[in-house]
């Protein structure tokens, strides 16, 4: 409404396909020419119904560069064998810069190929040589390549080395994959890094290490002892941080050149002839001396990333990108004004379609799990500076505008929400939600910085700097708080607790005794019979793998080894150690995370409630039931679906017993113990194992069959069970203490495009966060109740009972009502979903 | 002992009724019967069953356990969730409300509508949004059907809820006596208020009485200075066009109090299934749902007089804030 | 024998004329880029299909 009259053409037309909610167009229509032709010029890496794009291809000139020199420091310590292959790589990768693009950096030789590494397991190899449409042409010679990489690294990889010294029981158990997934190894991994330190520039850490390294020769030739025979060791080390320290400036330098040659022999306009001049005399600079502006500063970033990612499979990405970057923001744009704001948005948008761009191999059934994405990268936004002040910038204003700008879905951000966070900064937050890109997912800073206090004793400044580790998980970004490895192969399938305690430790899906036996449950006399069976199963389960993750972890520098990690990691370089040595100071940082857990709430009340409590069933019938997978038993199913309380419901009923599950976890957590002698607290969340699970789960008195998908995950109600609104999903989700009842705890939550239209909108949205701060929940991201919600839910309403068409005075749910009032509410996209 | 009322259901997360996030309590049992009625369970003062046909699967299970032979035989699911159909469960002629076919059905196709509850009952159920009202103004709506039929347990629960300390906001059609309405509204902390006509004779035709009593109770509210919303439900063919918006604004703008906000709701046909699962007929089933921009052009006839409008009633708009906190989270 | 110096393509290295980039250019289905594979000046450049005489 107001006056109209001065608008452009192109103005009215953004604000037309605004009102349709059409944000790609949007943001089509909004981003400057050369954000355009960047973002149009991705090859998509995320698998897409687990199939790679057309086009997209294995990368065999990283392979082959590395083994070559691989091989030929055969026998050499592992860390140096291996930064002579990765200088190799460096000095030899074909590079390349796309037109208009001004960061450089990318993981393998051309913009459609993704890499994969090889040094991890053999079971991956073996799948590229079988995965159709990857290989490069020409097939015959590519496949030849392929068939000698995998002989070569059969029984060598990281994985084979660490199976060799699994306990043999457990690692049947593990391998059955019932359990748990992931592998403890640094193969397969992501690491926080802390650019406080990595930014004095490489040369400086050069010049570190070349002094650790007199310092411990002089010693070495002194007076021998116990004390100096570790020292020998160390040299090699150190040595292969330098290897790979040069080679990373060296691979710099490249495009340095290639960006003069371009500007000298090729280019034409003047102003990219500017642009590759500006770009060469960065990569002169970084990462070899600290950045002195802002491209720098993202560029060395860049070049961090894309070198950790040569040496190894990163799939996440730790990162705070507002907070490293912004104070450079500040100096280019706001004091020194060499920067206009625009200029300033276009770098930040083509770091995230340089980070976007990143692609690495992953199996088949773990890209399933991933629906379109490389890897799940959370960038951390926003929280607060060590001194508990503020820490949002400019800079978390430029991503959050670039994100609706270039609308990547990998890397995503997660919001630290602090009561300091200014009005503007949350409306950005709300924006991006609003524009349907589903982050960033808020977390509770300060209830996070307690909870990262209370279960590895970070002190509270250290904790304050903490990143997303992967999806979840606070890690802190300093000396001693970052953590190098991925502790989260911990990864616990749940739902088998509560699948074990009912049949006795016997896993009826993989047909195997897996956990102790516990019992007959006909057997039991009440329900705390049953309870104790579910916290030894629990106890069990967990323990298998902690065990395995905490013996992976302390043979990780044996069997992988990580000389470029090992070189920006400050206590690494210090004493001479890999990175993943957990004896130089690490603070441990690890937790198990849970796939699958509301199951056992829901599952055990079920039972309390019609066994033991209204005896409505017996313990036998339940058995039967569950015995047959409920097939012959649907009226009895359906009745421990919809009259069996449920987690999401406030009613205390089922909660208390969620807090009684979470509180026995949490006691365990703290037997459990990390190599650095630190506590295992559970993390829920699911990525995706509730398909990757859905048929390694039987059926359960929740009412679930083998073959169904399980919860969303994390502590999300199942899908269609939170009948009394979001309300009250927020309300019983409050009932347990965030900081001390476990690490993290993953909540989604559907909101309606139309409820959060406008200025109402943004009211609505921020008393609702203001109520889940003070409810103390640690996590909420949004997803929005689109037209594709809406047609989802008339396909399959089972599990989308929750939607609720709202508006005034007027409420139902929306698979309730007739085929022709559903249709009519999706063309209207209604006011109001809840 | 608290005496009960009827109670269709308490609906939490309720963010068009009043400011902020509210829970509405619908009440059963209303004088009027509007022909839109969007909540047509909350009309008849008794319980009643829905048959929700998408979630019948024909088992027969209620029929073996009707007394009254008031359960219709089973067919074909398919055919009984045709668009068309005029299939339904009950002959609700026959039916005395037994509700043994409901405890019947696995399936949770028939449902009771009406539960007795009491003050307590729907006190406690409300107050767990507690920190959701306190962040958003928010409060308790108490709407029907007409609240106003339950005279004393509408006393009773605002008197409960004023105990607890929750915001109260009373909806009404306004067609009572003022000696029964004029204390409610007195003792509740703002009103929504329905207006349908100005034309008594168009009024009577669509909601069953005249509007004398209504625009009387209207200035009646208006002159205790109680803080009201007015709620015109705008239907095709009946009040949506301009000219009589224009009439309707200069008549509220020279009543003797001051209408704080004025909401206009378009009308739509989402309640239709409700009809049916009720087994009634509904005779704007087939009338066309209203283009919600549409009431966006009538809100001007009010603008211009200097009211405040929205169209659809959201308890967020900015001159929805009101007391409580609001600042950011 | 034609070698890489040879080639248009070829840009010696300042600090050792021995060696160099070959930069190239290549247009994809999705972006245009300069590409640089580093090479010896004296490599056989009789089989590079990219071959162009300076
Ligand atoms: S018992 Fe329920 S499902 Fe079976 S016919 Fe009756 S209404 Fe339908
Ligand atoms: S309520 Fe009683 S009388 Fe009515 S249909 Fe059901 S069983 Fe029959
Ligand atoms: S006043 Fe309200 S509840 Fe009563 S009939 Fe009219 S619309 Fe329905």
Known sequence: MGQSTARTEKESSVEELKNRREWWFVAEKTRSKRLDYLRKGVWKKGAIGGNYAPGIKIDLTFPQLFIDKWQEHEGEAIMLQKAHALAHVLDNIPIFITDNSQIMGYIGSAPHNIVWHWQGISMVNEEIYNEEGIIPEPEEESLEILANLND???????????????????????????????????????????????????????????????????????????????????????????????????????????????????????????????????????????????????????????????????????????????????????????????????????????????????????????????????????????????????????????????????????????????????????????????????????????????????????????????????????????????????????????????????????????????GDPREFKDFEDLFGAWVKQMEWLRNILVRTVNLGRVKDPEFFGRPFLSAIYERAVETGTDACDPSNGDRGNAWVTGFTWVENADSLAAIKKFVYDEKKYTMDEVLDALNANWVGYEEMRLDFVKNAPKWGNDDDYVDDLMVRCLREVSRHSKENRCPSNNTWPLLPENVSGNIHYANLVGALPNGRRLGDALYDGGISPGPGLDKKGPTAVLKSCGKFDHVTDGRAFLLNQRLSPTQLSGEKGYQLWKAYMKTWADLGLDHVQFNMVDDATLRAAQKDPEKYQEVIVRVAGYSAHFVDISRKTQDNIIQRTVQGLG | MQPGALVTEIQRFAVNDGPGFRTNVFLKGCPLSCRWCHNPETIAPYPEIYWKRRSCVQCGACLDACPRDAVNAPIHPVEAQKEESTYHKIFRERCDLCMKCVDACRYGALEIVGTELTVNEILDEVERDRPFYDNSGGGMTVSGGEPTAHPEFLAQLIEGARSRGIHICLDTNGYCQWDVLGPLVQSVDMVLYDLKHLDSARHAEMVGAGNELILENLAGILRAGKEIWLRQPIVPDYNDSWEYHVKAAEFLGQLPGRIQRIDLLPFHTWCEDKYSWLGLDWSLRAAEPMDPSMVEILAEAYQARGFAVTAGGSGFEDNAVRGGCRHAP | MATCKDCKGFFAREDDQDRGDCVMRVTDPRQAYYKAVPVEADKDASKCSSFRKR
């Open chain 1, 152 to 518: 070569y690294w059969g029984g060598r990889t990281a994985v084979d080395k660490l199976a060799r010294v699994l306990d043999p029981e457990d690692a049947v158990k593990f391998m059955s994959g019932a359990i748990g997934w992931g592998t403890p190894t640094s193969a397969a991994t992501y690491s926080t890094k802390d650019f406080d330190y990595i930014f004095k520039g490489f040369e400086a850490i050069l010049a570190e290490v070349e002094e650790r390294m007199e310092e411990t020769e002089e010693k070495l030739q002194g007076n021998p002892s116990p004390e100096i025979l570790p020292l020998y060791d160390k040299l090699p080390r150190w040595e292969a941080m330098q290897i790979v320290l040069e080679a990373g400036i060296r691979y710099a330098e490249r495009y340095a050149r290639l960006a003069r040659t371009l500007a000298e022999h090729f280019e034409s306009d003047p102003e990219r002839r500017e642009e590759l001049l500006r770009i060469a005399e960065t990569c002169e600079r970084v990462p070899a001396k600290p950045p002195r502006n802002l491209q720098e500063s993202l560029q060395f970033d860049h070049f961090v990333q894309v070198l950790s990612r040569y040496e190894t499979f990163e799939g996440a990405w730790p990162h705070r990108p507002d907070y490293i970057h912004g104070p450079y923001y500040d100096k280019d744009v706001n004091q020194d004004k060499r920067l206009s704001k625009e200029e300033a948005l276009d770098l930040v948008g083509e770091h995230l379609i340089r980070t976007h761009e990143v692609g690495i191999f992953a199996p088949k059934w773990a890209r399933e799990g991933l629906q379109g994405i490389t890897g799940t990268w959370v960038w951390t936004m926003g929280g607060v500076k060590p001194d508990g002040s503020d820490a949002c910038n400019d800079m978390t204003v430029a991503y959050m505008q670039a994100a609706r700008l270039v609308r990547v879905s990998n890397p995503t951000f997660g919001f630290r929400w602090h009561p300091k966070v200014k009005d503007e900064v949350m409306r950005e937050c709300f924006e991006c939600i609003r524009h349907g890109l589903g982050y960033p997912s808020m977390r509770n800073d300060p209830v996070l910085v307690a909870n990262t206090v209370h279960w590895y004793g970070h002190p509270v400044e250290e904790a304050r700097t903490w990143v997303h580790q992967a999806c979840m998980s606070p890690c802190p970004t300093t000396k001693y708080g970052c953590q190098p490895m991925r502790m989260a192969s911990a990864t616990a399938n749940c739902a088998k607790m509560i699948e074990y305690a009912l049949h006795d430790g016997y896993d009826p899906v993989v047909n195997m005794q897996m956990g102790p036996k516990t």
